[in-house]
Structure formats: structure tokens, C-alpha cells
């Protein structure tokens, strides 16, 4: 199979352009061979002998979308993945939503939810937390932009390093061994119907009525501006009083504004 060489610095702006218009995610320089290998396969899988025909290939054909946006998104994510979130969720956040909100189902909201760790990992700790909250209903909405990782979540079927921080005993109790697959490991029927599963741009869904949103390892891709646009779209989508999360590693400076950050031992949450 002939080889494409990397893209050149004015291929890599055309397309970095294009990643930001359909993604809003910004790609430095920096990422040219990163950026290169991924798109590479597109290509050559497209019989796209160059990145300049990928690019016209990209930009007429609307059915090479999804898998242009599947192939530039990181998606690395696994269970049990900074577990100080949780801890916040449980201790600060549902406390005071229940009180707020006590005859509400609780929805939560994992955005950029890639393969559906995260959004099992919270219905998991939520239901852990009605031991001393009490029984409570709710919905946990979990969105992400490529296909290909929703199409992954809904199945709920995890082995590896996905897996390997689950504390045994709730690995037991959250998920059965497959059947057909050794070392695969099933999130219950019971729990995976607790999550609503969907392909979407965070730069256009627009759930409302959320309690809880977690938005983590999502930001770091998109530039000030950007982060500021999203932060004001989590607000809006919030209940009077409902917290946002974030990763540990996010910039948070651009969440002063509306939000008020809470400090607790186990790190921040803002509340609106
Ligand atoms: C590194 S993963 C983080 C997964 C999970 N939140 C975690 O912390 O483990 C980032 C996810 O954000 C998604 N993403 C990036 N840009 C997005 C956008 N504009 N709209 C929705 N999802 C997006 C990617 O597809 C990817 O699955």
C-alpha cells in the first residue's frame, strides 16, 4: 500500500481549521505526526492518495464526517479515573440536590462521556451513595461527538486496564462475567438502563433541568474562548444550584465567572 508522508504545515492548518469548525477542538503544531498517523488511515482507507485529495474528500463527501470525527478525537478514559469527583458527587453535590429537589429525579450529566466509563462509573457511585442518602430516582444523560465510542458504551462490555482500578467487591456487583468472551466483564442490565446514551456536539446539545454535570478531560482540547462558550452552556443547562465537574488537570480560571467554586478536601466543584 503506497505511504502518505506527514502532512505539511499548510495541510496541517486546513485541516486543524476544519477540526475546529466541526469539533471546536484545537490542535497545536505540535501534533502534526499525531495528527498525520490519524488522518493517514482515513485516507488510505478512503483511496486518497495525498492529504490534499483527503482534504477535498472530507470537505464534498458529508458520509466521511463521522469517521473523520471518530479518527481526531482522544477517547482514552477507564473506570475509577480520578475518584476525588465521585467523592464530590456524593458528599457535596446529592446531599444538597436532594434537599433542593426532593421529589425531582436527579439527573446527571457525563458530556464527552467516550466509551462510558464514566457515565457507569457515576450510576455505580450513585447508587453506593443511597446506602446513607436513601433510595432516590435518577438519569444519568451521557453525550459524546463520535459514534463510534457511543456504539461502545451502549454495549457496556469492559476488560484490561478499563477495569483494573474497580474495587473486587463492586466489580462483582456491578457487572457479571461474559458469557461468551473470557476476561470481558458486563455492566448489569439494571444499570445500563439508568444511562441515555448520545451522539452529540457539546457545542450544540442543549439538555436543560440538569443537577450535576461531569465534564472532565474534555476542556483541555478546546481553547479559552471556546471553554468560556461551553462553561456558559453548562450554566444554562443547570438547575438553580447544580454543580459542575471538571478534571483535575482543566484550566479553571474561565469557570469564575458565573459559577461559585465550592473547596472541599477532596477538591473543587462550582455550583451554580
Ligand atoms: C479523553 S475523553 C474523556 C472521557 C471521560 N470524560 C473521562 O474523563 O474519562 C474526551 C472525549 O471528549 C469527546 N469530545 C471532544 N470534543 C467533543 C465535542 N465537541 N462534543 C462532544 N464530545 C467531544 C471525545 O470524542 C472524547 O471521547
Given at each position: 500500500?503506497a505511504?502518505?508522508?506527514?502532512?505539511?504545515?499548510?495541510?496541517?492548518?486546513?485541516?486543524?481549521?476544519?477540526?475546529r469548525?466541526?469539533?471546536s477542538?484545537?490542535?497545536?503544531?505540535?501534533?502534526?505526526v499525531l495528527?498525520?498517523?490519524?488522518?493517514?488511515?482515513r485516507?488510505?482507507?478512503?483511496g486518497?492518495?495525498?492529504?490534499?485529495e483527503?482534504?477535498?474528500?472530507?470537505?464534498?463527501?458529508?458520509?466521511?464526517?463521522?469517521?473523520?470525527l471518530?479518527?481526531?478525537?482522544?477517547?482514552?478514559?477507564?473506570?475509577w479515573?480520578?475518584?476525588?469527583?465521585?467523592?464530590l458527587?456524593?458528599?457535596?453535590?446529592?446531599?444538597?440536590?436532594?434537599?433542593?429537589y426532593?421529589?425531582?429525579p436527579?439527573?446527571?450529566?457525563?458530556?464527552?462521556?467516550?466509551t462510558?466509563?464514566?457515565?457507569?462509573?457515576?450510576?455505580?457511585?450513585?447508587?453506593?451513595?443511597?446506602?446513607?442518602?436513601g433510595v432516590?430516582?435518577?438519569q444519568?444523560?451521557?453525550?459524546?461527538i463520535?459514534?463510534?465510542v457511543?456504539d461502545f458504551?451502549?454495549?457496556?462490555?469492559?476488560?484490561?486496564r478499563?477495569?483494573e482500578?474497580?474495587?473486587p467487591?463492586?466489580?462483582y456487583?456491578?457487572?457479571?462475567?461474559?458469557?461468551?468472551?473470557?476476561?470481558?466483564?458486563?455492566?448489569r442490565?439494571d444499570?445500563?438502563?439508568k444511562?441515555?446514551?448520545?451522539?452529540?456536539?457539546?457545542?450544540e446539545?442543549?439538555?436543560?433541568?440538569?443537577?450535576?454535570?461531569?465534564?472532565?478531560?474534555?476542556?483541555i482540547?478546546?481553547?479559552?474562548?471556546?471553554?468560556e462558550?461551553?462553561?456558559?452552556r453548562?450554566y444554562?443547562?443547570?438547575?438553580?444550584?447544580?454543580?459542575?465537574?471538571?478534571?483535575?488537570?482543566?484550566?479553571?480560571?474561565?469557570l469564575?465567572?458565573d459559577?461559585?467554586?465550592?473547596?472541599?478536601?477532596?477538591?473543587?466543584i462550582?455550583?451554580?
Amino acid at each position: 500500500m503506497a505511504d502518505i508522508p506527514d502532512l505539511t504545515s499548510e495541510q496541517f492548518r486546513k485541516f486543524a481549521d476544519l477540526i475546529r469548525r466541526e469539533a471546536s477542538i484545537t490542535l497545536r503544531e505540535q501534533k502534526i505526526v499525531l495528527l498525520s498517523n490519524r488522518l493517514r488511515r482515513r485516507a488510505l482507507a478512503t483511496g486518497c492518495a495525498n492529504f490534499d485529495e483527503y482534504f477535498a474528500f472530507v470537505t464534498s463527501k458529508p458520509e466521511e464526517r463521522r469517521p473523520f470525527l471518530e479518527a481526531i478525537t482522544t477517547n482514552e478514559s477507564y473506570f475509577w479515573r480520578s475518584t476525588a469527583s465521585f467523592d464530590l458527587m456524593k458528599k457535596v453535590a446529592l446531599p444538597q440536590l436532594l434537599k433542593a429537589y426532593p421529589k425531582a429525579p436527579i439527573q446527571i450529566w457525563s458530556a464527552g462521556c467516550s466509551t462510558g466509563e464514566e457515565p457507569y462509573n457515576i450510576a455505580m457511585e450513585v447508587t453506593e451513595a443511597m446506602k446513607s442518602l436513601g433510595v432516590f430516582p435518577y438519569q444519568v444523560i451521557a453525550t459524546d461527538i463520535s459514534a463510534r465510542v457511543v456504539d461502545f458504551a451502549k454495549v457496556g462490555r469492559y476488560s484490561g486496564r478499563k477495569i483494573e482500578k474497580i474495587p473486587p467487591l463492586l466489580l462483582y456487583r456491578y457487572f457479571r462475567a461474559d458469557p461468551e468472551s473470557k476476561g470481558q466483564f458486563l455492566v448489569r442490565d439494571d444499570l445500563r438502563t439508568k444511562i441515555d446514551f448520545r451522539v452529540e456536539n457539546l457545542f450544540e446539545s442543549t439538555p436543560r433541568n440538569i443537577h450535576c454535570i461531569f465534564c472532565r478531560n474534555v476542556m483541555i482540547y478546546f481553547q479559552k474562548a471556546d471553554q468560556e462558550i461551553l462553561i456558559r452552556r453548562f450554566y444554562d443547562a443547570l438547575v438553580p444550584g447544580g454543580f459542575l465537574l471538571v478534571g483535575h488537570s482543566e484550566s479553571l480560571h474561565v469557570l469564575q465567572a458565573d459559577f461559585t467554586p465550592v473547596h472541599c478536601p477532596d477538591g473543587v466543584i462550582y455550583r451554580k
